[in-house]
């Protein structure tokens, strides 16, 4: 069985930086993405780390985030610096039971998720 697990959420002034950690066992993923979701609102897209080539970033995130993984760790991780109100989200983790060669971005393409964990951006 899969578990992947989140870690390193929190509560963070206005410009702060935050590390998330996904930490997974039973299987060795090459294909990985954050996600993030507020209440009432759809799960978006946050970056994607893919098999080959580089990773990809939402807009909003581009030049903050910094994805990044250690398969020998079994850990894929998300750097997040000038947070700001905006980023206050609860923060998936997702993982592709497939190589994936394109930058996935959609919900469809993971087959398994993390519980999540919460990121507050104060003003």
């Known amino acids: 069985q899969v578990h992947l697990v989140e870690s390193g959420g929190g509560s963070v002034q206005a410009g702060g930086s935050l590390r998330l950690s996904c930490e997974y066992s039973?299987?060795?993923?090459?294909?990985m993405a954050w996600f993030r979701q507020t209440p009432g609102k759809e799960r978006d897209w946050v970056a994607s780390?893919?098999?080959?080539?580089?990773?990809g970033y939402a807009d909003f995130v581009k030049g903050r985030f910094t994805i990044s993984k250690d398969s020998a760790k079994k850990s894929l991780y998300l750097e997040m610096s000038s947070l700001n109100p905006d980023d206050t989200a609860i923060y998936y983790c997702?993982?592709?039971?497939?190589?994936?060669?394109?930058?996935?971005?959609?919900?469809?393409?993971?087959?398994?998720w993390g519980q999540g964990t919460q990121v507050t951006g104060s003003s």
């Open positions: 997702a993982a592709r039971a497939n190589f994936c060669t394109f930058v996935p971005n959609a919900q469809s393409d993971f087959e398994y």
């Open positions: 780390i893919p098999t080959t080539g580089g990773p």
């Open positions: 039973n299987y060795v993923f090459d294909c």
